[in-house]
């Protein structure tokens, strides 16, 4: 028997009932779709057209997976550009894609046996995750708006991780979705330079009419933004450090030829100086030292030479910024510790990174012991639709963050879950370099724990780890990738 079967497509025992309960399941909801597609409600067509397709590909989870990753990658993020009202809903069909994924991924190990077999210790306390956030929901319902909001924030990608590590997907496919995502990192330099050059100066001539509008924010390459408000050009920036580390990687442990790398990076790295996020002198750093820190005793030269050209781009970054705003470094940072570290507000709200977290500490007592261990459910920081403990302290912006959204509804225990995940993926992912005997595997492994701190720094920055969908989507994929490597590495010794 091929020691990797339990990987393969084929390997799927499937139920002699599955057809029957998918026949009887269409028959039901055929007058709730015939409702739907009279209604002329885009939001309630593009739920419905998700749900046939989806259920469609059941038995293809491979194409559900290639949808989600075109979709999310691709469309999700700029369709709120030029989209207006609930049309900008219609991207909600790619959450309930996801669900589906989930469904699927999560039901596979009660019907097929073996399905778990090397299934490494953070997905499964990714679950538990899942499991405790919904049951801490319904335990402080306050609504099913907020309820089924956060639920759709929080997990609408969730389902990569899961689909990864269970589903049966082989290596070739594993392989090209690899490509695609460099793909994807390849086109936001064509996006972002058109937002750049076309959205950009419209944002100017409109600023006026939007206080507090800053034009260059929707330079946020194809994760997210807005005509009106911000973007997502941090997110953009993160995925775009991550894809500079696994060419780096390929390049040392892989043998990726450096011609390659030299018309690769120079397209990946440049959308970087085009916006105006702060955050990648942190980001960049911070990757480049994970993935040389090994370096320093073992090849000093190799270390010194890699962190160099992490020093360079964090150097020119810095410089980009500083030319975008106009703005001296000693005012620059004036300005970014007042208001991220000290007291002033960020984006409007009372209270900033910093702030925001120790504003939770203060606000936990004996009063309400239970708050602050458990939280108060899903959706309650959520400021955009005014969540129960939003509305308790309006215009404070307590879920400015994912760490802070994370405290307030989910509490100490759910917030630690998150981290264990997060701490057990980069531990398996440094093993997996150690014990791999594929370069390739080395190399993917490497990235990875490289970057998993820029995903832990990320949730003391942005909110977007618990509400981005692009950029939920290279998250999950990335420790769904993972433990797909851990199995397959359990699949070839036995």
């Given amino acids: 028997m091929n020691r990797t079967a339990y990987l393969q497509p084929h390997a799927a025992r499937r139920s002699p009932l599955t057809p029957l309960l998918i026949v009887v399941g269409f028959v039901l909801l055929a007058p709730l779709f015939g409702l739907v597609a009279v209604s002329s409600d885009p939001v309630a067509v593009g739920l419905a057209t998700a749900a046939i397709v989806g259920a469609a590909l059941l038995a293809r989870p491979g194409w559900l997976l290639w949808l989600i990753f075109l979709l999310g990658l691709f469309v999700a993020g700029v369709v709120p550009i030029w989209a207006e009202g609930s049309a900008t ?12 994924v989930m469904a699927l991924a999560v039901l596979r190990p009660l019907t097929v046996p ?22 801490n929901g319904l335990a402080h319902f306050d609504s099913a708006y907020q309820f089924l909001g956060g639920f759709k924030r929080y997990f609408q990608a969730a389902g990569l991780l899961f689909a990864l590590a269970w589903l049966p997907i082989d290596e070739p496919t594993i392989k090209r979705w690899r490509k695609l995502f460099l793909v994807v990192a390849l086109f936001q330099l064509p996006w972002a330079a058109y937002e750049l050059l076309r959205l950009v100066p419209i944002r100017t001539a409109m600023r006026a009419a939007y206080p507090g509008m800053v034009p260059i924010d929707v330079v946020a390459g194809t994760f997210g933004a807005n005509m ?60 480049f030292f994970g993935l040389y820190r090994r370096e320093m005793l073992r090849r000093p030269h190799v270390a010194m030479a890699g962190l160099l050209v992490g020093a360079l781009l964090t150097a020119a970054a810095g410089y980009a910024y500083l ?65 129960s403990m939003a509305r308790r302290y ?11 959204t994370l405290l307030w509804e989910q509490g100490v225990l759910g917030a630690g879950l998150f981290l264990a995940m997060l701490a057990m993926a980069w531990s398996a992912a440094g093993r997996l370099r150690r014990s791999a005997n594929a370069s390739w595997i080395r190399a993917d492994a490497a990235a990875i724990q490289a970057v998993l701190p820029v995903f832990a720094f990320y949730l003391i920055y942005r909110s977007a780890l618990t509400q981005n969908l692009p950029f939920q989507i290279v998250f999950y ?18």
């Fill in 228 to 287: 009106t408000s911000g973007g997502a050009n941090g997110e953009m920036a993160a995925f775009l450090i991550i894809m500079l580390v696994f060419l780096l990687a390929h390049l040392r442990d892989a043998g990726l030829p450096k011609r390659q790398l030299l018309w690769l990076a120079p397209v990946v790295v440049t959308p970087l100086f085009m916006g105006e996020t702060k955050a990648v002198v942190v980001m960049l750093p911070l990757a």
């Fill in 477 to 494: 994929s990335l420790l769904g990738y993972l433990a797909w490597l851990l199995r397959r590495k359990v699949g070839e010794s036995g």
């Fill in 114 to 135: 073996g399905s778990t077999r090397g299934t490494p210790a953070f997905v499964w306390v990714g679950l538990v995750f899942v499991v405790y956030t919904v049951l």
């Fill in 323 to 387: 030319s975008v705003t106009g703005k001296s470094l000693d005012e620059l940072t004036e300005a970014t510790l007042a208001h991220n570290v000290y007291e002033g507000g960020h984006a409007g709200y009372a209270l900033n990174r910093t702030t925001v977290l120790t504003f939770w500490a203060d606000e936990q007592g004996l009063h309400d012991p239970a708050g602050a261990v458990l939280g108060h459910g899903l959706g309650s920081a959520h400021m955009e639709t005014g969540g």
């Fill in 394 to 404: 309006p215009a404070h912006g307590i879920g400015l963050t994912a760490a802070s």
């Fill in 89 to 100: 809903k219609v991207v909600w069909a790619v959450a309930l894609l996801g669900f589906g």
